[in-house]
């Protein structure tokens, strides 16, 4: 290996990988790329997986572009592929990079304006795939009946003073507050 020309970066579908790590690795950072496409397509190949990316040569690097572009030239099987019977083409693809984002929010705006069932469940952000939804997801919006009514007291440790009041604010407290005196005096005097 000493004797190959070491890379620090190699670039594979527009993606900077860096030298040092190991190629199955490597590759798994390609989005659209896991474990198993990286460990298949290196078999393929004939590429010692437990390489480092930085000794990979130029045509080596080609050619795994090449077969992670159009797998179908490899024989691999329609399963393998993260994208079955597109909804435009019809046909078996996988997908790399950006189109998975974009593709798989074309899809859920497509289920939203037919008004499928799994379309109102993404309009309203609830679980699609028939989960069950009593105990779990319950993070998002308010669900049920919410709790009020009454406000709790605030307590505090310390007593607070009430500052007298002045001027005008002074003279209608003082006769708002002295008929209730009154009131609450006179039938105590009644009594006795």
Known sequence: ???????????????????????????????GIGYNFATAILDTLKINPDSNVGYLTE????????????????????????????VETGKDIHLLTSDVD?????????????????????????????????????????????KGGKISPVKSSAPQAVAAPTGEAASTTEKTTAPTTEKTTAPAEKKE
């Open 1 to 31: 290996m000493s004797s190959q020309e070491y890379n620090h970066i190699i670039r594979i579908v527009g993606n900077d990988i860096p030298g040092e790590k190991k190629i199955v690795i490597g590759l798994t950072q390609i989005k």
């Open 102 to 146: 974009f593709t798989l929010r074309n899809d859920i705006e497509r289920e939203r304006i037919v008004n499928s069932w799994r379309g109102y469940r993404h309009i309203f952000g609830l679980k699609v795939r028939g989960q069950r939804t009593r105990c779990t997801g319950r993070k998002g919006g308010a669900v049920g009946v919410a």
């Open 59 to 86: 045509s080596e690097a080609q050619a795994i572009e090449k077969l992670i572009t159009d797998p179908s030239s490899a024989n691999f099987p329609s399963w393998f592929l993260n994208r079955r019977k597109d």
